[in-house]
C-alpha cells in the first residue's frame, strides 16, 4: 500500500516538474509511459517473483524515458525512488538492491549509446546520485519492513506464552489432587497449622484489591475481631511493612481503634509470600505465655510457604473467572437493551397508535383489547429493564454487599406487590470480591423468584456479613414451592452459583407458608469452634436455632428498612 | 404548536414517538436524531421548544448532553426517556437539568404529557415515579444499625457501663466495646453522650430513654 502510494506520489510530481520545465510536450507521452509501467508492476507485485520481474521491467522503462526526455534535466529522474522503495518493502535488502542495480545497468546503457548534444558528464553524475538516493529509500523502507515483523513476532509470541500458561492452568485445575478454592486452601493451612501449635484463634487473611485485608480463613471465636488495619499500629500492619515474622507478648488488639492490647498471651504473625512478594498474612494467638517458640516459629513458616503458592493461584483462578463473568455479563445487558427491549418497546408505541386510532373510529371492543395488551407489554418491557439492571448491578459499584443489596431491593421494591424488610448486620471487613458478587446474584435470584412465583405480601431479607462468615437468608410469605419449581431453571442457577463459591444453600418451605433460601458461607454447618474463649464468650450454637431466632427478630424488630409496596 | 427533536439510536422508537406527536394536533416533530452529534447540530439548526433524549447513544451519554444543553440555555424543555431501571437514573436526569423522565415501557401519551410539562415549565422536574423514589431515597437516610447494635444502644441509653451491656446480652466485654465503638463510628460520636444525642436527634432511640 506505502509503494503504490509513493508511485502515485512521484509520478504526480514527475507531471508538475514537466509542467513547470521547459520542456517539449511529446514528453507527455514518456511520462504516460512509466504511468504503465508503474501499474503493470504494482498489479504483478502480488507475488515475489512477479514483483522482482514487474519492478525490473518498471527500472528499464523509467530509465529509457529519461534518456528520452532530456537526460539529467528529466523531470522523471525522481521516480526512480518508487520501485527502489517498493522493492526494499515487498523484497527487503535484495529487492531494493536489484531494483538500483537493474537502474544501473539502464542507465549505463543508455549512456554508452553515442547521441547527440549529449553532456555526458553531467548526465553520469545526476543518474549516479539519483541510484543512490533511491538505494538509500529502498533500504530504509526494507529496515522498517524488518521492524515490523519484528513487533508481529513479539506480539505473537506473547500470545503463544498466555496460550501456553492457559492450557496449563486447564490442565492442572482439572487434576489437581486439591482444589483452587482459596478458602479450602486457607482452612487447610489453618488446619495444619492447629497440629503444630497450640491457638484460641487463627485466621488467614489475603490482600484483596486496595489496602484491605480479607480473611479467608477463620477459627476461634465467634467473630473475627481483630485490629488488622493495614494503615494502623498493629502486629499485621508490621508484618506486612517489615516482611517479618512478628511475635508479641500480648494477644492481638480488638478493632476498630482500640487502646494497645494488655492482656498477656502470645500472638503469631506469619508473612504468606511467594518470591519477594507478600500475598498475606497468618494470625493466630493464645492466652498462653509464650508458646510460640522458634522451633514451633519454624514449622508454622514452613507451612505458610508450603501453601502460599496454591492460596495464591487459587485467588488469581477466583479473580479470572469473576473477570469474565462480569464482562460476559455486561455484554449480555448491553444485548437486550439495545436489542429486544426496545424492540418491544416501539411495538408499545405502536399498540397505543392503533388504540388510539380505533378510539377515534368509535370502537370500544377493540380499544378495550388494545388496553389490556399495551399493560401486558408494557410489564415485559419493565421486566426487561429489570433483567438488565440485574445484570449490571455489581457489589464495587455500590461500595459493599450490604449497599448493593438495598440497591437492588430498592429497584425491586418499586415493581414487586411487597413490603421488603431488610436486615443489614455488616462488620466494616469486606468478603472476597467474587464472593460478594455470587453471593448478591443468589439473592437476586431468590428475589426474583419471590416476586415472579410466589405471590407474597412479605419479603425478609436478612444479610449477615462477618468475614470470612457469611449469612444471607431470604423468606417470602407467598405460595410456596410447588412440585414444578424444585428443579426450576432458577433454582438450578442458585445451587450452581453456590457451589461455585463454596456455599451451603437451603432451600425449603418456610413455615407456616412461603419458601425459605439461606445461604452461607464459612459458618460451618456441624463443627462448632475446637477451642473455648478464654474470656468465657457465650460462643452460639451454629444451628438452625438460631436462624429461626434471627427470623423472628428481623419481623418483629422496628429497624428493619421498608420498601416499595 | 410545540417543536419537538426526538433523539434515539433506535429507528422504530423514533418512528413510534415521531407518529404519537404527530397525531397531537400542539406539536410538530421539527427533526430526529440517532447521534449526540447530530442532536447538537439539529438543535442548533432547528432550535426545538423541546427535546426528547434517549439516555444512551451511540457517540455519548445522553444525560451529558442534557448537562451541556442546560448549561447553554434554560428555556429548552428536555425529557429524558430511557430504558435502565433504578431510582439513580431519575435522580441523575433531575441532577443533570432535565425537565421531565419517563421510562421507555410507558405509553407514548406519558411522553407528550412529559412534553407538554416541558415545554411550559422547562425549568422544573416531572416524573410518574418521583414522589416513590423521593420516599425510597429519604427512608434509607441515617444510620443502620444491626439488631445486636440496637440492644447495646438501648442499654447505653439506660446508663449501664460495659460491664454491665455486655452481662446483659451475654456476650463479651471485648464484643460489647467492638459494637459500642462501631455504633460510635456509625453516629460520627466521639462519646457516649454525643453518641445518645446524635441517637435521640435520628429517632433511633426516645428521649425518655436519654440519660
Same mark, same amino acid.
Not at chain 1, 542507465?107 to 555526458?120: A, F, G, I
Not at chain 1, 485485608?213 to 488495619?229: C, K, Q
Not at chain 2, 425537565?99 to 401519551?109: L, Q, T
Given at each position: 500500500?506505502?509503494?503504490?502510494?509513493?508511485?502515485?506520489?512521484?509520478?504526480?510530481?514527475?507531471?508538475?516538474?514537466?509542467?513547470?520545465?521547459?520542456?517539449?510536450?511529446?514528453?507527455?507521452?514518456?511520462?504516460?509511459?512509466?504511468?504503465?509501467?508503474?501499474?503493470?508492476?504494482?498489479?504483478?507485485?502480488?507475488?515475489?517473483?512477479?514483483?522482482?520481474?514487474?519492478?525490473?521491467?518498471?527500472?528499464?522503462?523509467?530509465?529509457?524515458?529519461?534518456?528520452?526526455?532530456?537526460?539529467?534535466?528529466?523531470?522523471?529522474?525522481?521516480?526512480?525512488?518508487?520501485?527502489?522503495?517498493?522493492?526494499?518493502?515487498?523484497?527487503?535488502?535484495?529487492?531494493?538492491?536489484?531494483?538500483?542495480?537493474?537502474?544501473?545497468?539502464?542507465?549505463?546503457?543508455?549512456?554508452?549509446?553515442?547521441?547527440?548534444?549529449?553532456?555526458?558528464?553531467?548526465?553520469?553524475? $545526476?543518474?549516479?546520485?539519483?541510484?543512490?538516493?533511491?538505494?538509500?529509500?529502498?533500504?530504509?523502507?526494507?529496515?522498517?519492513?524488518?521492524?515490523?515483523?519484528?513487533?508481529?513476532?513479539?506480539?505473537?509470541?506473547?500470545?503463544?506464552?498466555?496460550?501456553?500458561?492457559?492450557?496449563?492452568?486447564?490442565?492442572?485445575?482439572?487434576?489437581?489432587?486439591?482444589?483452587?478454592?482459596?478458602?479450602?486452601?486457607?482452612?487447610?493451612?489453618?488446619?495444619?497449622?492447629?497440629?503444630?501449635?497450640?491457638?484460641?484463634?487463627?485466621?488467614?487473611?489475603?490482600?484483596?484489591?486496595?489496602?484491605?485485608?480479607?480473611?479467608?480463613?477463620?477459627?476461634?471465636?465467634?467473630?473475627?475481631?481483630?485490629?488488622?488495619?493495614?494503615?494502623?499500629?498493629?502486629?499485621?500492619?508490621?508484618?506486612?511493612?517489615?516482611?517479618?515474622?512478628?511475635?508479641?507478648?500480648?494477644?492481638?488488639?480488638?478493632?476498630?481503634?482500640?487502646?494497645?492490647?494488655?492482656?498477656?498471651?502470645?500472638?503469631?504473625?506469619?508473612?504468606?509470600?511467594?518470591?519477594?512478594?507478600?500475598?498475606?498474612?497468618?494470625?493466630?494467638?493464645?492466652?498462653?505465655?509464650?508458646?510460640?517458640?522458634?522451633?514451633?516459629?519454624?514449622?508454622?513458616?514452613?507451612?505458610?510457604?508450603?501453601?502460599?503458592?496454591?492460596?495464591?493461584?487459587?485467588?488469581?483462578?477466583?479473580?479470572?473467572?469473576?473477570?469474565?463473568?462480569?464482562?460476559?455479563?455486561?455484554?449480555?445487558?448491553?444485548?437486550?437493551?439495545?436489542?429486544?427491549?426496545?424492540?418491544?418497546?416501539?411495538?408499545?408505541?405502536?399498540?397505543?397508535?392503533?388504540?388510539?386510532?380505533?378510539?377515534?373510529?368509535?370502537?370500544?371492543?377493540?380499544?378495550?383489547?388494545?388496553?389490556?395488551?399495551?399493560?401486558?407489554?408494557?410489564?415485559?418491557?419493565?421486566?426487561?429493564?429489570?433483567?438488565?439492571?440485574?445484570?449490571?448491578?455489581?457489589?464495587?459499584?455500590?461500595?459493599?454487599?450490604?449497599?448493593?443489596?438495598?440497591?437492588?431491593?430498592?429497584?425491586?421494591?418499586?415493581?414487586?406487590?411487597?413490603?421488603?424488610?431488610?436486615?443489614?448486620?455488616?462488620?466494616?471487613?469486606?468478603?472476597?470480591?467474587?464472593?460478594?458478587?455470587?453471593?448478591?446474584?443468589?439473592?437476586?435470584?431468590?428475589?426474583?423468584?419471590?416476586?415472579?412465583?410466589?405471590?407474597?405480601?412479605?419479603?425478609?431479607?436478612?444479610?449477615?456479613?462477618?468475614?470470612?462468615?457469611?449469612?444471607?437468608?431470604?423468606?417470602?410469605?407467598?405460595?410456596?414451592?410447588?412440585?414444578?419449581?424444585?428443579?426450576?431453571?432458577?433454582?438450578?442457577?442458585?445451587?450452581?452459583?453456590?457451589?461455585?463459591?463454596? $456455599?451451603?444453600?437451603?432451600?425449603?418451605?418456610?413455615?407456616?407458608?412461603?419458601?425459605?433460601?439461606?445461604?452461607?458461607?464459612?459458618?460451618?454447618?456441624?463443627?462448632?469452634?475446637?477451642?473455648?474463649?478464654?474470656?468465657?464468650?457465650?460462643?452460639?450454637?451454629?444451628?438452625?436455632?438460631?436462624?429461626?431466632?434471627?427470623?423472628?427478630?428481623?419481623?418483629?424488630?422496628?429497624?428493619?428498612?421498608?420498601?416499595?409496596? | 404548536?410545540?417543536?419537538?427533536?426526538?433523539?434515539?439510536?433506535?429507528?422504530?422508537?423514533?418512528?413510534?414517538?415521531?407518529?404519537?406527536?404527530?397525531?397531537?394536533?400542539?406539536?410538530?416533530?421539527?427533526?430526529?436524531?440517532?447521534?449526540?452529534?447530530?442532536?447538537?447540530?439539529?438543535?442548533?439548526?432547528?432550535?426545538?421548544?423541546?427535546?426528547?433524549?434517549?439516555?444512551?447513544?451511540?457517540?455519548?451519554?445522553?444525560?451529558?448532553?442534557?448537562?451541556?444543553?442546560?448549561?447553554?440555555?434554560?428555556?429548552?424543555?428536555?425529557?429524558?426517556?430511557?430504558?435502565? $431501571?433504578?431510582?439513580?437514573?431519575?435522580?441523575?436526569?433531575?441532577?443533570?437539568?432535565?425537565?421531565?423522565?419517563?421510562?421507555?415501557?410507558?405509553?407514548?401519551?406519558?411522553?407528550?404529557?412529559?412534553?407538554?410539562?416541558? $415545554?411550559?415549565?422547562?425549568?422544573?422536574?416531572?416524573?410518574?415515579?418521583?414522589?416513590?423514589?423521593?420516599?425510597?431515597?429519604?427512608?434509607?437516610?441515617?444510620?443502620?444499625?444491626?439488631?445486636?447494635?440496637?440492644?447495646?444502644?438501648? =442499654?447505653?441509653?439506660?446508663? =449501664?457501663?460495659?460491664?454491665?451491656?455486655?452481662?446483659?446480652?451475654?456476650?463479651?466485654?471485648?464484643?460489647?466495646?467492638?459494637?459500642?465503638?462501631?455504633?460510635?463510628?456509625?453516629?460520627?460520636?466521639?462519646?457516649?453522650?454525643?453518641?445518645?444525642?446524635?441517637?435521640?436527634?435520628?429517632?433511633?432511640?426516645?428521649?425518655?430513654?436519654?440519660?
Amino acid at each position: 500500500m506505502p509503494a503504490r502510494l509513493l508511485r502515485v506520489i512521484l509520478l504526480i510530481g514527475c507531471t508538475a516538474l514537466w509542467l513547470v520545465g521547459d520542456t517539449p510536450t511529446e514528453d507527455l507521452a514518456w511520462i504516460g509511459a512509466v504511468t504503465a509501467a508503474a501499474l503493470a508492476a504494482s498489479l504483478l507485485e502480488r507475488n515475489h517473483l512477479g514483483g522482482l520481474v514487474g519492478r525490473s521491467a518498471e527500472v528499464i522503462v523509467w530509465a529509457t524515458a529519461v534518456n528520452a526526455t532530456g537526460h539529467d534535466l528529466s523531470p522523471l529522474l525522481p521516480y526512480l525512488l518508487a520501485p527502489v522503495f517498493a522493492g526494499g518493502l515487498l523484497a527487503r535488502f535484495a529487492g531494493a538492491a536489484i531494483a538500483a542495480g537493474v537502474a544501473a545497468i539502464a542507465l549505463l546503457v543508455t549512456l554508452s549509446v553515442p547521441q547527440d548534444e549529449l553532456d555526458t558528464k553531467d548526465y553520469s553524475i $545526476a543518474a549516479a546520485q539519483w541510484t543512490v538516493i533511491a538505494l538509500l529509500g529502498g533500504l530504509v523502507a526494507a529496515w522498517a519492513r524488518r521492524l515490523q515483523q519484528a513487533a508481529g513476532d513479539a506480539q505473537v509470541s506473547a500470545y503463544a506464552e498466555a496460550h501456553s500458561l492457559l492450557s496449563q492452568l486447564y490442565t492442572v485445575t482439572r487434576q489437581l489432587p486439591g482444589s483452587l478454592d482459596p478458602r479450602t486452601t486457607a482452612e487447610g493451612l489453618v488446619e495444619a497449622v492447629a497440629r503444630t501449635a497450640r491457638f484460641s484463634a487463627a485466621a488467614v487473611l489475603i490482600r484483596t484489591d486496595g489496602d484491605r485485608l480479607t480473611p479467608l480463613a477463620f477459627r476461634g471465636e465467634d467473630r473475627l475481631e481483630w485490629d488488622t488495619e493495614l494503615a494502623g499500629e498493629n502486629p499485621f500492619a508490621d508484618a506486612w511493612d517489615s516482611e517479618e515474622v512478628q511475635l508479641r507478648p500480648v494477644v492481638f488488639g480488638r478493632g476498630p481503634n482500640p487502646l494497645p492490647p494488655t492482656d498477656p498471651g502470645s500472638s503469631l504473625v506469619v508473612p504468606i509470600r511467594i518470591g519477594d512478594r507478600i500475598t498475606g498474612l497468618l494470625g493466630i494467638e493464645t492466652p498462653e505465655i509464650d508458646a510460640y517458640d522458634e522451633a514451633c516459629r519454624t514449622e508454622i513458616g514452613e507451612l505458610v510457604s508450603n501453601a502460599a503458592l496454591r492460596l495464591e493461584t487459587g485467588v488469581l483462578f477466583d479473580q479470572i473467572r469473576e473477570l469474565a463473568t462480569t464482562e460476559e455479563r455486561r455484554r449480555l445487558a448491553r444485548e437486550i437493551h439495545d436489542g429486544i427491549a426496545q424492540e418491544l418497546a416501539s411495538l408499545g408505541y405502536i399498540i397505543d397508535e392503533t388504540s388510539a386510532v380505533a378510539a377515534e373510529a368509535g370502537q370500544p371492543d377493540i380499544v378495550e383489547d388494545l388496553t389490556g395488551l399495551r399493560q401486558e407489554m408494557s410489564r415485559i418491557v419493565k421486566e426487561l429493564r429489570l433483567s438488565i439492571f440485574d445484570l449490571r448491578s455489581e457489589v464495587d459499584r455500590f461500595g459493599g454487599l450490604g449497599a448493593a443489596l438495598s440497591e437492588y431491593i430498592r429497584t425491586i421494591g418499586t415493581t414487586s406487590g411487597f413490603t421488603v424488610h431488610l436486615t443489614l448486620d455488616e462488620s466494616s471487613r469486606r468478603l472476597p470480591a467474587e464472593t460478594e458478587a455470587e453471593l448478591l446474584r443468589i439473592a437476586q435470584e431468590a428475589i426474583n423468584n419471590a416476586r415472579k412465583h410466589a405471590g407474597a405480601d412479605n419479603l425478609w431479607v436478612t444479610c449477615r456479613i462477618h468475614p470470612p462468615d457469611a449469612e444471607l437468608v431470604i423468606e417470602d410469605d407467598g405460595a410456596g414451592l410447588g412440585p414444578g419449581r424444585a428443579d426450576s431453571y432458577g433454582l438450578e442457577i442458585m445451587k450452581e452459583r453456590a457451589a461455585r463459591t463454596r $456455599a451451603m444453600l437451603e432451600i425449603r418451605p418456610r413455615n407456616p407458608r412461603g419458601t425459605y433460601v439461606g445461604v452461607r458461607v464459612g459458618l460451618p454447618g456441624g463443627s462448632p469452634p475446637p477451642v473455648a474463649d478464654r474470656r468465657g464468650t457465650l460462643v452460639p450454637a451454629r444451628t438452625g436455632a438460631e436462624t429461626s431466632a434471627a427470623a423472628s427478630t428481623m419481623s418483629s424488630s422496628g429497624q428493619s428498612e421498608e420498601s416499595g409496596s | 404548536m410545540t417543536s419537538v427533536l426526538l433523539v434515539d439510536d433506535h429507528e422504530l422508537i423514533r418512528h413510534g414517538l415521531r407518529r404519537a406527536f404527530e397525531r397531537d394536533p400542539g406539536f410538530t416533530v421539527v427533526g430526529e436524531a440517532g447521534s449526540v452529534a447530530e442532536a447538537l447540530v439539529m438543535i442548533r439548526a432547528e432550535k426545538p421548544e423541546v427535546v426528547i433524549m434517549d439516555v444512551r447513544l451511540p457517540d455519548g451519554d445522553g444525560l451529558d448532553t442534557v448537562k451541556k444543553l442546560r448549561a447553554a440555555g434554560e428555556t429548552m424543555g428536555i425529557v429524558v426517556l430511557t430504558m435502565y $431501571a433504578g431510582d439513580q437514573q431519575l435522580f441523575d436526569a433531575l441532577e443533570a437539568g432535565a425537565s421531565g423522565f419517563v421510562n421507555k415501557d410507558a405509553p407514548a401519551e406519558e411522553v407528550l404529557a412529559a412534553a407538554r410539562h416541558a $415545554a411550559a415549565s422547562p425549568g422544573s422536574f416531572s416524573a410518574a415515579d418521583l414522589a416513590d423514589a423521593m420516599r425510597r431515597k429519604a427512608s434509607q437516610g441515617g444510620p443502620k444499625l444491626s439488631p445486636r447494635e440496637r440492644d447495646v444502644l438501648k =442499654l447505653l441509653a439506660d446508663g =449501664l457501663a460495659v460491664s454491665g451491656i455486655a452481662k446483659a446480652l451475654f456476650i463479651s466485654e471485648s464484643t460489647t466495646k467492638t459494637h459500642i465503638s462501631k455504633l460510635y463510628e456509625k453516629l460520627g460520636a466521639g462519646n457516649r453522650a454525643q453518641a445518645l444525642m446524635t441517637a435521640m436527634r435520628l429517632g433511633l432511640i426516645t428521649a425518655d430513654k436519654a440519660p
